[in-house]
């Protein structure tokens, strides 16, 4: 049982490249989340997933779309990264209203 | 306007002292109150929750918070810091609709 899983854990992009973000859960959990943390910003959300099939918009969603694949996996995707978009970034997910949320160990996320 | 707010960003306490985080909310509704600690590079892992019943819960680690409706304050508590608890300590708030509030978070330091 491995929880939440993301990856990369790293990644270095250049002014325009585009990547995705992988997460996955085995919790059978119907949410999904994304966040980016920033220093004295706290946890900001960029989208989730009440439900597999729906995706709804955070606090911070410009720059990013997502995919909910199935109900395991949630992705997020830059389509053309910008210095603004370093950050690190967290797939979280849960079960039920309101119910605790459980966390991916992170992707460091580096655009130059 | 829902938010929470953590007033202390830095915290510094010998080991062995006691410690009491605090965080106040505002929320229109019943909160759900969680406590997070995120060690340094690391996901955030859940110490404790309130969703309803004894006001004062127990978590993980020898964590301890109570909900004051009154003072909308769910503050941590520990009665002895160990040098492992220094990490960042997030509140958070959510009711029924699967998203958290999050505060920005209190840096808790452990001088040996």
């Known amino acids: 049982n491995a929880g939440v899983t993301q990856t990369p854990k790293f990644q270095v992009l250049k002014t325009g490249q585009s990547m995705t973000l992988q997460c996955a859960q085995d919790?059978?959990?119907?949410?999904m989340y994304w966040y980016r943390q920033d220093p004295g910003m706290g946890l900001r959300l960029i989208y989730y997933s009440a439900s597999e099939g729906t995706t709804d918009k955070g606090e911070v969603p410009n720059g990013y779309n997502v995919s909910r694949l199935n109900k395991r996996e949630f992705s997020l995707r830059l389509e053309s990264a910008a210095p603004s978009q370093t950050s690190v970034y967290f797939c979280?997910?849960?079960?039920?209203?309101?119910?605790?949320?459980?966390f991916g160990p992170g992707t460091s996320l580096t655009v130059t | 306007a829902q938010s929470v707010t953590q007033p202390d960003i830095h915290i510094t306490v010998s080991e062995g002292a006691s410690l009491e985080l605090r965080c106040n909310y505002s929320y229109g509704a019943t909160p759900y109150l969680f406590w997070y600690v995120q060690s340094p590079g690391q996901g955030l892992q859940l110490l404790l929750k309130?969703?309803?019943?004894d006001t004062l819960v127990q978590g993980i680690k020898g964590f301890e918070a109570e909900f004051k409706r009154s003072q909308s304050s769910f503050n941590l508590r520990k009665p002895s810091v160990h040098w492992s608890d220094a990490a960042e300590y997030f509140c958070a708030v959510g009711g029924n609709n699967r998203k958290l509030i999050w505060g920005l978070g209190t840096s808790l330091a452990v001088n040996p």
């Open positions: 979280a997910s849960s079960e039920g209203v309101s119910a605790e949320q459980y």
């Open positions: 919790m059978n959990h119907n949410s």
């Open positions: 309130y969703f309803s019943g």
